[in-house]
């Protein structure tokens, strides 16, 4: 008390005059930031509004096509409507993959949107080589077409509890922006669990396909004769292979390669890192680091480099690099398995992982090695009946081959062609692989490569 009767007139002013100030200043800094949460609320909440529209317009757009595929007869109008169910399925799930759905497996919703375009996709390639369709894939196709039918009532659905209160995306911009609190109406992940729930009887659809169930059924080849681990082991794995400590049980994956499932490494117990490793063999499969990524420092070659060490670091054998992809400062590197046959490497295509640097530190943030861990194996390749200088020749006059390899490429189905693969250039200058069956001389496949800022992809 003595202090504040020292004190001047002036300066005791002076100091409520700052109190209040301060006091103003935190006020409106308290309302900016509930102003700019209300905002960011706000975006969010349109942009899956929209992309759930755009959702259910899709799987109509699906509905319509399929049910007109199981009338059509010609082979045009059969590529016809499987060209647009090849697209309308892809944008669906690129419009799927924009909803944020916690917590909710949708295994079942994917892999009917992939198959649905690549079964209608094997029917037109049957039917443009002359062969009917049989009245057991019409019946697959009227499945597809109920699931279809279902699907989209069911969207149409929540759509309209979206719109008139009751369904909310509430909790899923709560999950994101921090609040925690328990959602007081159903929201949007409820209504996909429902929607998920209505592909427990989903039918087997046995065709030459990535998706078909009967290569989805396929046991990893890497992983055959392998013993199975405990959980305990398999964490050491998941640690060793990441250095993360903080890794803990998060339950089993099933399917063809079963695994167990590890996250950890997040502030606030937000879980950045999730790995998975095979329950047979204890192997990485996949790894993923959603940390946020600053600017650049490293170049794309010194990123290639990080990206060889860390593969060569997982002990699977030799491999070579092939494509590339960067966004988001990070690089996704795809390397091929590589083997001697004859004396003479072969690439070996369908034994690929991908692995992803952060261009800001050179931390490995992504790694997926399923298409390793599902094809890769001991084989024995055709003798070689058409030589290089044959393929060569038969090569299109428009082409300019600048490089040649042999490599084993997959097909649609579980079939592998071995190849001669000519890296070529075309009449505008841009690169073509060829790649010529080496026990037939047929031309197998014809790929764009696309070269920009951004990566080399295969097209």
């Given at each position: 008390?003595?202090?504040?009767?020292?004190?001047?007139?002036?300066?005791?002013?002076?100091?409520?005059?700052?109190?209040?100030?301060?006091?103003?200043?935190?006020?409106?800094?308290?309302?900016?930031?509930?102003?700019?949460?209300?905002?960011?609320?706000?975006?969010?909440?349109?942009?899956?509004?929209?992309?759930?529209?755009?959702?259910?317009?899709?799987?109509?757009?699906?509905?319509?096509?399929?049910?007109?595929?199981?009338?059509?007869?010609?082979?045009?109008?059969?590529?016809?409507?499987?060209?647009?169910?090849?697209?309308?399925?892809?944008?669906?799930?690129?419009?799927?993959?924009?909803?944020?759905?916690a917590g909710t497996e949708l295994e079942g919703t994917y892999k009917f949107l992939s198959?649905?375009?690549?079964?209608?996709?094997?029917?037109?390639?049957?039917?443009?080589?002359?062969?009917?369709?049989?009245?057991?894939?019409?019946?697959?196709?009227?499945?597809?077409?109920?699931?279809?039918?279902?699907?989209?009532?069911?969207?149409?659905?929540?759509?309209?509890?979206?719109?008139?209160?009751?369904?909310?995306?509430?909790?899923?911009?709560?999950?994101?922006?921090?609040?925690?609190?328990?959602?007081?109406?159903?929201?949007?992940?409820?209504?996909?669990?429902?929607?998920?729930?209505?592909?427990?009887?989903?039918?087997?659809?046995?065709?030459?396909?990535?998706?078909?169930?009967?290569?989805?059924?396929?046991?990893?080849?890497y992983l055959a004769g392998k013993a199975a681990v405990s959980q305990s082991q398999a964490?050491?794995?998941?640690?060793?292979?990441?250095?993360?400590?903080?890794?803990?049980?998060?339950?089993?994956?099933?399917?063809?390669?079963?695994?167990?499932?590890?996250?950890?490494?997040?502030?606030?117990?937000?879980?950045?890192?999730?790995?998975?490793?095979?329950?047979?063999?204890?192997?990485?499969?996949?790894?993923?680091?959603?940390?946020?990524?600053?600017?650049?420092?490293?170049?794309?070659?010194?990123?290639l480099e990080k990206a060889q060490a860390a593969l060569a670091g997982r002990g699977l054998?030799?491999?070579?690099?092939?494509?590339?992809?960067?966004?988001?400062?990070?690089?996704?590197?795809?390397?091929?398995?590589?083997?001697?046959?004859?004396?003479?490497?072969?690439?070996?295509?369908?034994?690929?992982?991908?692995?992803?640097?952060?261009?800001?530190?050179?931390?490995?943030?992504?790694?997926?090695?399923?298409?390793?861990?599902?094809?890769?194996?001991?084989?024995?390749?055709?003798?070689?009946?058409?030589?290089?200088?044959?393929?060569?020749?038969?090569?299109?006059?428009?082409?300019?081959?600048?490089?040649?390899?042999?490599?084993?490429?997959?097909?649609?189905?579980?079939?592998?062609?071995?190849?001669?693969?000519?890296?070529?250039?075309?009449?505008?200058?841009?690169?073509?692989?060829?790649?010529?069956?080496?026990?037939?001389?047929?031309?197998?496949?014809?790929?764009?490569?696309?070269?920009?800022?951004?990566?080399?992809?295969?097209?």
């Open positions: 008390m003595e202090r504040f009767r020292r004190m001047g007139r002036r300066s005791l002013v002076r100091l409520i005059s700052f109190t209040l100030a301060l006091i103003a200043a935190l006020a409106t800094a308290a309302i900016g930031g509930y102003t700019a949460a209300r905002k960011y609320r706000t975006t969010i909440e349109y942009s899956y509004q929209r992309a759930l529209g755009e959702l259910t317009e899709y799987i109509s757009n699906l509905d319509i096509t399929l049910e007109k595929g199981q009338y059509a007869a010609s082979a045009k109008q059969i590529e016809g409507l499987s060209s647009a169910l090849w697209r309308q399925a892809g944008n669906a799930k690129m419009a799927l993959s924009q909803l944020p759905i198959q649905v375009g690549n079964f209608c996709m094997a029917l037109s390639d049957k039917v443009e080589s002359g062969e009917p369709v049989t009245e057991q894939e019409r019946e697959a196709l009227d499945q597809l077409s109920g699931y279809a039918s279902a699907l989209s009532k069911q969207l149409g659905q929540m759509e309209s509890d979206l719109y008139n209160g009751a369904l909310t995306l509430e909790s899923t911009q709560d999950a994101l922006i921090g609040d925690g609190q328990e959602p007081a109406m159903p929201d949007i992940n409820s209504g996909f669990h429902e929607m998920e729930e209505g592909f427990a009887d989903y039918p087997t659809l046995i065709y030459d396909g990535p998706f078909s169930d009967h290569i989805q059924q396929q046991k990893p080849k964490l050491l794995s998941a640690r060793k292979a990441t250095g993360a400590e903080s890794l803990a049980y998060a339950g089993n994956s099933s399917g063809n390669l079963p695994c167990y499932l590890f996250t950890g490494g997040g502030e606030g117990g937000t879980a950045l890192l999730s790995v998975s490793v095979s329950q047979a063999g204890g192997v990485v499969e996949t790894f993923t680091n959603a940390r946020p990524v600053g600017e650049p420092v490293l170049t794309v070659e010194e990123g054998g030799e491999f070579v690099f092939r494509y590339y992809s960067l966004a988001d400062g990070i690089l996704t590197v795809n390397f091929a398995a590589a083997a001697k046959y004859d004396g003479q490497e072969v690439v070996l295509y369908p034994d690929l992982v991908k692995v992803g640097i952060a261009l800001d530190t050179g931390e490995t943030v992504l790694y997926d090695a399923k298409g390793f861990l599902q094809n890769h194996t001991e084989r024995e390749l055709p003798a070689v009946a058409v030589t290089e200088g044959e393929a060569r020749a038969a090569l299109s006059s428009r082409l300019t081959p600048e490089s040649h390899a042999m490599a084993l490429i997959p097909s649609d189905g579980l079939s592998e062609t071995y190849c001669h693969e000519f890296l070529c250039r075309g009449q505008d200058g841009e690169k073509v692989l060829v790649y010529v069956d080496v026990e037939t001389g047929m031309e197998e496949q014809i790929l764009i490569l696309l070269e920009s800022d951004t990566g080399v992809l295969a097209m």
